[in-house]
């Protein structure tokens, strides 16, 4: 056991992401529990519902966003993964939790202060994501691009600690293409009627309109119709949406098959040029976005992912750029559109000439989903890491201040 | 816990992480479990006619069946403290420990404690500061400051300058800073035990060659791809030229090797030509005196006399500087078996060369060449100085016919820019410049005649020497 240098203490790992909650054990290689991180709740009693269902408005917890927080939120979410899903008691546990690089010390001692004041747990540490993803990859220095649900952030890491100056952040990811998707079906009149409100199709020639018995759901709230119809759109852009790898050019696109989609009332359609053109917002988002209902959204200053990358090692030390870049991660799920890899390796190789450039994306999907969860997993089941545990001691002699002390 | 620690806890020896407390069973059940089994075919029987065949007999050995007797062995859901951990920190966490009687006896605190390692900085207090530290630049608490981040990142200035917040500062102030204040606490106070000189060393920081670095590595960072296409080309042009003159400078040698040897060889042949002829017998007494050890002193001083002093003495003075150099291989060989074979791409011609001279042609032999017909010492030794003298005349022709042609192609060159005149300026000066360049080329091809010119008629010269020696030779080798 000595010799690969773990030694578990069956510390639990949560990483709470914008759209997926992992939580599980460290030392092992995929999170026990994976959930969807809303839920809903009953409007008059305020409280969380036990299930979620059609009347239960519905909430998104956005742990990253760093003003608009909702503790209470989160501690609902950190309920559920703690109780109903490890179902542990977290007083007998250290845990372990993720958070983005750059959340404000008000976020840390706040998480600091729930971990052992709510919780009471036995130990805590607070990490930050690409640092840990880097970690789950076996590289202490790298540049993360994370593009995941709500967030796509480039940061580098260098020896384990992420340097701030070469941040660069925006909400163009996973959800706001789904976002654009909507509005694109909007414009191609097409209607989007999710699970929930189907209670028999018939199967339809393509393009055909659909053949569809409802269900009568009337008081369903527009919070949960609208969550269900995302995921409808969430799963059309999985399977059908890619990224050209080269140069955007409408001409070879057209050439390429169309994918059809069938939607849940049973409409059936191809998209050919349509497929490409929403991730393509990723890469030149000033060109391809479509005027988002979000207000104060500034389309000009989006940057292209290569573009984010480049900014990043940029702006660190002219000594460790060839190192990192060398060592770009690719992590998230909006990550694994098809092409979204090769895209960024050309994208790149047309911006740093004669540099060496390395993409490491991995293969396996949950590696790619989970990469923070695992590198906390990692950590935390290292024998040389207990050290730097936050233990209940140190917080009740110095306060919740100690995580910015003690968690780099 | 991993599925080997379960495994452990049960005993089942299947992985070969354990197989060194109990290694035969468990290895062979591993190699049976690996070969595997089509179907209706029975066990036994496939194991009587399946995998290869056994390099010595091996009983039949099946799966080891778990020792499910056995006790299991004991595992301990124990608590420990990281001594790692600050003094009065009672942070105890709990882990699977196997409880073996040695584990138990040993107390040496956690096992991964030793990793926490520090650096240690250098630390001053506010005297020496004073005293030594002083900077204009710098304020105290300033200079505190960048030292607690020292502590903090252990000396990663790329991360301290990342979180460095006091006031804008560049990466080089902060080494510079660092480093100087370690070398002038290092040299007020040497730290005993350890060499001073390479410590101070150790901690100088020159900024203005480490800024200078740094804009050169930006400047080759940022470049354009034109820029870096530009610098291509040049380096592969530089490539060109060197490769180019290298190669030059390797033919000119051994143009100059070949006439060299051939001056050198003229008065060695007349040297040669005195010596009166060797018979091949006096050879055999010759390998005799060298071979024969256990011949008696005395015999072989009364042998030595009676082949005779004058014939050692010619040998001394007058035999070909080949021939005493020559060293015999024990047992008897075939002289001519002796002769250096002409290069390999030339022996077709040298062969030819000689057939024009009538010479060699009995003895034709494909593999080794033509060989003289009687091949005593003396003729061996014409022989091969007549089959240099033909390599080199024909090394010469070759240089000659090249040189001809470069010069013709250059006469061409120049008679087209001279047609041109003065057309486009820039164009002009381009080939001008490799016109230049190239004459120098031309020049150092035919360095041993000077002038183009004159290259093609020296070579004919040496020509006519090297055809009026040859014929002399040729007569004496056909003797
Ligand atoms: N195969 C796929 N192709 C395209 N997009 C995908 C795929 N799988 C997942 N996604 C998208 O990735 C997003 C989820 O990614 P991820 O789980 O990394 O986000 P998160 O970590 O929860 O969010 P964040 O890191 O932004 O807080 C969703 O928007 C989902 O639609
Ligand atoms: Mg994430």
């Known amino acids: 056991m000595a010799t690969f240098g773990g030694d578990e203490v069956s510390a639990l790992v949560l990483d709470v992401g914008s759209c997926w909650t992992r939580a599980g054990y460290a030392g092992e290689d995929t999170p026990k529990a994976v959930f969807p991180t809303s839920y809903g709740y009953i409007a008059e009693a305020e409280t969380a519902a036990p299930n979620i269902d059609e009347d239960t408005i519905m909430k998104n917890v956005d742990s990253d966003a760093p003003k608009v927080q909702d503790w209470d939120a989160l501690e609902k979410i950190w309920d559920h993964a703690l109780d109903k899903r490890l179902q542990v008691d977290p007083t007998e546990h250290p845990l372990f939790v993720t958070e983005a690089a750059w959340n404000t010390r008000e976020i840390r001692e706040k998480l600091t202060e729930i971990a052992f004041e709510k919780y009471r747990v036995l130990a805590f540490y607070v990490a930050k994501n690409p640092v840990l993803s880097a970690f789950a990859t076996g590289r202490p220095t790298a540049v993360v691009l994370d593009c995941g649900h709500s967030t796509t952030s480039c940061v580098p890491v260098v020896d384990g600690y992420v340097l701030k100056k070469g941040i660069y952040k925006q909400p163009v990811a996973g959800d706001f293409l789904s976002e654009q998707i909507m509005q694109q079906f909007q414009k191609l009149n097409i209607n989007v009627e999710p699970h929930y409100l189907i209670a028999k199709k018939t199967v339809v020639e393509a393009d055909q309109p659909a053949v569809v018995v409802y269900r009568d759901r009337p008081n369903t709230t527009e919070s949960y119709h609208k969550y269900m119809q995302m995921r409808v759109i969430h799963e059309f852009k999985e399977s059908v949406c890619q990224v050209f790898e080269s140069t955007y050019n409408e001409l070879v696109i057209a050439a390429r098959p169309m994918k059809t989609f069938e939607f849940p009332d049973g409409f059936n359609t191809s998209f050919g040029v349509q497929r490409f053109d929403v991730p393509e917002i990723l890469f030149n988002p000033p060109k391809f976005i479509m005027q988002p209902d979000r207000p104060s959204f500034d389309t000009k200053s989006m940057l292209g992912v290569h573009q984010m990358i480049y900014n990043s090692v940029s702006a660190c030390d002219i000594d460790v750029r060839p190192l990192l870049l060398n060592n770009i991660i690719l992590t998230g799920g909006t990550t694994l559109l098809p092409g979204f890899a090769d895209r960024v390796n050309y994208e790149l190789s047309m911006m740093l000439h004669g540099m060496k450039i390395k993409l490491h994306a991995p293969g396996n999907t949950i590696e790619r989903k989970c990469s923070s969860w695992l590198g906390g997993s990692i950590l935390a089941s290292l024998g040389t890491f207990h050290q730097l545990w936050i233990s209940r001691k140190e917080y009740e002699d110095q306060g919740a201040m100690i995580v910015e002390k003690k968690c780099e | 816990m991993t599925s080997n ?425 381009n080939s001008g410049d490799a016109g230049g360049k190239q004459s120098d080329v031309t020049a150092s091809v035919s360095g041993d005649g000077g002038g183009g010119d004159e290259s093609s008629v020296v070579p004919t010269k040496r020509e006519r020497i090297t055809l009026t020696t040859t014929p002399r030779d040729a007569k004496r080798a056909r003797k």
């Open chain 2, 5 to 429: 620690d379960v495994r452990d806890i049960l005993e089942l020896h299947s992985k070969p992480l354990n197989s060194t407390d109990n290694p035969t069973p468990s290895k062979k059940a591993n190699k049976s479990e690996k070969e595997k089994k089509p179907d209706g075919i029975p066990r036994e029987l496939f194991q009587l006619i399946g995998g290869p065949p056994p390099i010595a007999f091996v009983k039949p050995a099946f799966k080891a069946k778990p020792n499910l007797r056995k006790k299991a062995v004991h595992w301990e859901w124990q608590s420990f403290t990281n001594q790692g951990r600050g003094e009065d920190d009672q942070l105890t966490l709990h882990h699977w420990v196997k409880c073996t009687p040695t584990s138990e006896s040993e107390d040496s605190g956690y096992w991964f404690a030793e990793y926490n390692k520090k650096i240690d900085i250098l630390k001053y207090d506010d005297e020496e500061y004073e005293k030594y530290l002083t900077d204009k630049d710098w304020t105290k608490e300033e200079t505190d400051y960048l030292f607690k981040l020292c502590d903090k990142y252990e000396l990663r200035f790329i991360v301290i300058h990342d979180r460095y917040e006091y006031k804008e500062r560049s990466m080089e102030d902060l080494k510079d800073r660092y480093y100087s204040v370690c070398k002038k606490l290092l040299q007020v106070r040497p730290p005993e035990g350890s060499d001073k000189g390479a410590l101070i060393a150790m901690n100088t920081y020159d900024k203005a060659k480490e800024e200078k670095r740094k804009k050169h590595m930006c400047a080759l960072y940022l470049r354009s791809p034109e820029e870096i296409k530009e610098e291509e080309a040049l380096l592969e042009e530089y490539e060109r030229i060197e490769q180019n003159e290298k190669k030059f400078a390797k033919e000119r040698e051994n143009l100059l090797k070949l006439l060299s040897f051939q001056e050198l060889a003229q008065p060695k042949r007349k040297k040669s030509l005195l010596s009166g002829p060797t018979t091949p017998t006096m050879e055999v007494g010759n390998s005799n005196f060298h071979t024969s050890t256990e011949v008696p002193k005395k015999n072989r001083r009364t042998s030595a006399s009676s082949v005779g002093s004058a014939v050692i003495e010619a040998e001394v003075h007058n035999a070909p500087i080949t021939a005493r150099k020559e060293k015999f291989p024990q047992g008897v060989v075939v002289r001519s078996s002796k002769i250096p074979l002409p290069k390999q791409t030339m022996i077709l011609k040298v062969q030819k060369t000689l057939q024009e001279f009538g010479l060699g042609i009995d003895m034709i032999n494909y593999i080794c060449g033509p060989r003289p017909s009687i091949p005593t010492e003396t003729v061996c030794a014409r022989w091969v100085d007549l089959q240099k003298a033909i390599q080199t005349l024909l090394d010469v022709k070759k240089a000659v016919e090249k040189a001809d042609h470069e010069l013709k192609a250059k006469k061409a060159l120049l008679q087209k820019i001279k047609q041109n005149g003065l057309g486009s300026a820039s164009k002009s000066a």
